[in-house]
């Protein structure tokens, strides 16, 4: 015998009601999931800055996530590292400051290399533009490397920045990362590249800048502000804060952005250049967008004006430079037509190495003003 159950529309509805709702549930959940997972893969595919000169394919995958992260979800939270560095490791039988490597401590080397030749600087009426098979662009004697999958306007890059640096110029120095460190001598070192310690975190490189700009008339402030620490979530959240402050009260020119590359050391990275005989570590550009979709239109003013400093440079100090980066983020470079990061080096170089780049930096600086 065949039974037949008998249901209500009323039944019949809710089961049908029950199930779409489950299935709306799953399919949301695997939104949710997979483009999550998109974001992710694309912002590790086109953020990441590895230098191909020196065939480095691998970074430190944690910070550069965060970085990503972060600058496009201002709200994201990470756990924090366990150990993260809040002191100067240093050999029990060393004194607290007196014994560390006196070139470090005292911020002083050999290396005070002023323009031999101090001829006016004559601004080309354009660039020599040229867009190489890799993706990348030449402009002048400099090379961007573009992260943005946006193809550039070549015509625009050929004309030269309307930013003019000036003895009247006003220059804010800051640090992001500010307990990013170097690797040190063997009686002293950094827990992972990274203190709170002024004398050998980013602190001691930007103030060689900021010492070399004000002793050359420029008007130049140096913030001290430590935005990675305790947290280093938030570090660009909290240096947009420091930033922003300053700019309510003071014009400045050119807001510059002072880190060291988070390549790590273990891969032996140190780029580095010799200069009349000292070694120095090589700077790069990081140049942000509006790529990620954030709101930063004339980040083309910020990327003229590192291509005019770069090809200055390379005039003064062939190889002080790495290929420019021009990246998805924004990194609060919208914040002013005259910013950008400026990334010293790497973890394998020395602080004394990070140190005197600045002071060719300042020189290249310098030799805009006639």
Same mark, same amino acid.
């Given at each position: ?38 974001? #992710? ?14 065939s480095i ?53 050999? /290396?005070?290399?002023?323009? @031999? ?14 867009? *190489? ?19 550039l306007d ?23 990362? @500010? +307990? ?10 950094? @827990?992972? *590249? ?6 050998? =975190? ?23 502000? #430590? ?18 402050? *300053?700019?309510? =009260? ?9 880190h060291r ?32 979709? /954030? ?24 190889? /002080? ?25 790497? @973890?394998?170089?020395? #602080?004394?190495?990070?140190?005197? +780049?600045?002071?060719? #930096? ?9």
């Amino acid at each position: 015998m065949i039974r037949i159950k008998v249901i209500s529309v009323r039944q019949a509805f809710n089961s049908i009601m029950s199930s779409m709702i489950v299935a709306t549930i799953i399919v949301f959940v695997a939104f949710i999931f997979f483009s999550s997972f998109y974001i #992710l893969k694309e912002a590790l595919k086109n953020n990441v800055l590895f230098e191909n000169e020196f065939s480095i394919e691998t970074l430190s995958r944690s910070k550069m996530i965060k970085e990503i992260y972060l600058d496009e979800f201002p709200n994201a939270t990470f756990k924090e590292e366990a150990n993260f560095p809040i002191e100067v490791k240093r050999d029990e039988n060393q004194s607290s400051t007196n014994n560390v490597d006196i070139n470090v401590v005292n911020n002083e080397s050999n /290396l005070d290399v002023e323009i @031999t030749e101090k001829r006016k600087y004559e601004l080309p009426s354009k660039y020599d533009v040229e867009l *190489y098979d890799s993706g990348k662009v030449r402009v002048g004697n400099m090379v961007i490397t573009n992260y943005t999958k946006r193809q550039l306007d070549l015509a625009e890059l050929s004309k030269p920045s309307d930013i003019m640096i000036t003895k009247n110029s006003n220059f804010l120095l800051f640090h992001t990362h @500010t +307990s990013e460190s170097y690797t040190f001598s063997d009686n002293t070192s950094v @827990t992972n *590249y990274r203190t709170i310690d002024s004398r050998y =975190n980013m602190i001691s490189v930007g103030k060689i800048l900021y010492d070399k700009l004000k002793a050359k008339g420029y008007n130049c402030v140096h913030d001290e502000e #430590l935005h990675d620490y305790p947290s280093y979530n938030g570090a660009y959240r909290s240096s947009l804060a420091t930033v922003e402050k *300053y700019l309510s =009260n003071q014009k400045f020119d050119f807001v510059i952005d002072i880190h060291r590359d988070a390549l790590s050391s273990n891969l032996g990275f140190r780029p580095t250049v010799n200069i009349d005989g000292n070694t120095a570590a090589k700077l790069m550009f990081v140049v942000g967008t509006n790529a990620s979709g /954030l709101s930063h239109d004339e980040w083309m003013k910020n990327l003229k004006l590192a291509i005019m400093i770069q090809n200055r440079a390379n005039e003064m100090y062939p190889g /002080l430079f790495r290929d420019l980066n021009l990246s998805k983020s924004r990194y609060n470079q919208h914040v002013s037509n005259g910013a950008f990061i400026i990334e010293v080096g790497a @973890t394998g170089n020395t #602080l004394e190495e990070a140190q005197n +780049s600045m002071k060719c #930096l300042a020189n290249v600086i310098d030799s805009f003003v006639q």
